[in-house]
């Protein structure tokens, strides 16, 4: 039983891991700039892959490397733009469903720049992700879109721009070379932005440097190794589907560290969106099956 769903048992514990590292990232920006904390961590994670990915990044022609530069340069103002949102809140779950439109957004954007016609029953998903947005916002005095959400929305629309960019421009690079080269220059850029722009404490807690180092090791470099395994032993329908349950993880998490308040209007709202997420990524042949079990 364990061998016949080990990759979805792996991607399970990819999509905790990735939940988990919202909150490295929270504890380690109490005292590193947030900025400055996102270099830090994709530098190094880019240096731990180095080695592993050297031979191969030889063989890349230049063109390749070029497009691998660009998209990570879009990738890193995907995660600057993030780690700001996350800085001076802790509504994570909500964070979460409302980064995760980016898989709706996508969609929009691919057929915007590449005339890449959306499949039909995502004209059925976007209302019901669009009414889940809506009660996220509701708040006691009616619609409010707080700057915090503006910000996480912002991130969705940067996440679906990196995904449709990615996935046009470099989606015949080896994963390894191209994840290297993309995670230094987030290292990089978000690294300079760091030096000329944010104030880095004199004195640093040694905590601090292990929540960068947990960040670096589990919520990158493992979490990664871990979902490509994962890929390789799953079928795509079910590994996009239980990529789903990251913002479900982190809701529970920030519920349970943060004490996030879940209102009926917010639950209404994340239920929507992961409604609107799931049938729009399962696969045909699930979705006519769970149609026959409602007949």
């Known amino acids: 039983m364990l061998e016949r769903y080990r990759g979805e048992i792996i991607l399970l514990f990819v999509t905790i891991s990735a939940a988990i590292g919202w909150f490295f990232s929270k504890y380690a920006i109490d005292a590193l700039p947030s900025v400055g904390f996102i270099g830090l961590r994709f530098f190094l994670a880019a240096l731990v892959f180095l080695p592993f990915a050297y031979p191969h990044l030889r063989r890349l022609s230049h063109r390749q490397v070029l497009n ?4 990570g340069g879009v990738f890193a103002v995907f995660l600057g733009v993030w780690i700001l949102a996350i800085t001076n809140n802790t509504n994570f779950g909500e964070g979460a469903f409302l980064t995760s439109l980016s898989m709706l957004i996508a969609p929009l954007l691919a057929w915007l720049l590449f005339k890449q016609k959306p499949q039909s029953r995502f004209w059925l998903s976007l209302p019901i992700a669009i009414s889940g947005l809506y009660f996220l916002a509701l708040g006691d005095n009616g619609f409010n879109l707080s700057s915090e959400n503006s910000l996480y929305l912002l991130t969705s629309l940067l996440a679906a721009t990196y995904f449709v960019l990615n996935h046009h421009y470099v989606r ?9 080269i993309q995670l230094a220059m987030v290292g990089i850029l978000c690294g300079l932005y760091s030096i000329f722009m944010e104030t880095w404490p004199e004195d640093i807690p040694n905590e601090t440097w292990g929540w960068l180092a947990a960040s670096v090791l ?5 979490r990664f190794l871990l979902q490509t395994l994962g890929q390789k032993y799953s079928s795509v329908g079910n590994a996009a589907l239980i990529m789903l349950l990251e913002p479900v993880w982190t809701l529970f998490l920030s519920m349970m560290i ?3 308040p879940l209102t009926s209007h917010k639950a209404l709202g994340c239920g929507l969106i992961f409604l609107a997420l799931m049938f729009y990524r399962l696969p045909k042949e699930k979705l006519k099956q769970f149609l026959r079990r409602k007949k």
Do not use: C, D, K, S
């Open 172 to 180: 015949h690079i080896p994963v390894l070379p191209l994840t290297t």
């Open 258 to 260: 943060f004490h996030e």
């Open 68 to 71: 691998a530069l660009l998209i």
């Open 218 to 222: 589990i919520a990158t470099n493992f």
